[in-house]
T-cell receptor, first 117, second 114 residues
Framework: GAVVSQHPSWVICKSGTSVKIECRSL??????MFWYRQFPKQSLMLMAT?????????EQGVEKDKFLINHASLTLSTLTVTSAHPEDSSFYIC?????????????FGPGTRLTVT | AQSVAQPEDQVNVAEGNPLTVKCTYS??????LFWYVQYPNRGLQFLLKYITGDNLVKGSYGFEAEFNKSQTSFHLKKPSALVSDSALYFCAVRDSHGNNRLAFGKGNQVVVIP
């Protein structure tokens, strides 16, 4: 149980285009989803927290107009990288949590490798 | 704000030997502590957690961790390492006040030598 999927698993796009990444909780309802960015051999950097039906909360230094997050349902959150540039190339990971009895951990998706050329 | 320190960049251990990955934390109030493992180009897999109760927590794949409140530590251990345990290990903490944001350590690369 508690499986999170991401799509696509990898994407290559040209500079200036936009890319959408989907994060789905497959067998549970995720009240909260998190988006992380990870550079090679580094830790995860939290970008934003999204709760279903409300605006995402962005971490300091993350441009909300560049990284658009939508959490339209309890099983789907999307991250759109707008006007992508090579410096946006990274590994993006989402996670999901739910307010269930005894559940405290986040469940992570497999990640999306974004390469901007 | 909560934080995690994983003091070692890489841990090398011979196959069959005990494996320890160190973690210390800082958080206001009672901590919720987690260990995750990451294989190359993959997301994080949950290994174990400490919320309350027994200080020794047993998790997946034979891993365990001991919560030590006085030393603010949550070291990950495995009695006998396997080559397949070679991966990146992350310790994480959150507080118990309803803030569900996790703070991650920098990660430890574990290399198990055959």
């Amino acid at each position: 149980g508690a499986v999170v999927s991401q799509h696509p698993s990898w994407v290559i796009c040209k500079s200036g285009t936009s890319v959408k990444i989907e994060c789905r909780s497959l067998d549970f309802q995720a009240t909260t989803m998190f988006w992380y960015r990870q550079f090679p051999k580094q830790s995860l950097m939290l970008m934003a927290t999204s709760n279903e039906g409300s605006k995402a909360t962005y971490e300091q230094g993350v441009e909300k107009d560049k990284f658009l997050i939508n959490h339209a349902s309890l099983t789907l959150s999307t991250l759109t990288v707008t006007s992508a540039h090579p410096e946006d190339s990274s590994f993006y990971i989402c996670s999901a949590g739910f307010a269930g009895e005894g559940s405290y951990e986040q469940y992570f998706g497999p990640g999306t490798r974004l390469t901007v050329t | 704000a909560q934080s995690v320190a994983q003091p070692e960049d890489q841990v090398n251990v011979a196959e069959g030997n005990p494996l320890t990955v160190k973690c210390t934390y800082s958080v206001s109030g009672n901590p919720y502590l987690f260990w995750y493992v990451q294989y190359p180009n993959r997301g994080l897999q949950f290994l174990l957690k400490y919320i309350t109760g027994d200080n020794l927590v047993k998790g997946s794949y034979g891993f365990e961790a001991e919560f030590n409140k006085s030393q603010t530590s949550f070291h990950l251990k495995k009695p006998s390492a396997l080559v397949s345990d070679s991966a990146l290990y992350f310790c994480a903490v959150r507080d118990s006040h309803g803030n569900n944001r996790l703070a991650f350590g920098k990660g430890n690369q574990v290399v198990v030598i055959p």
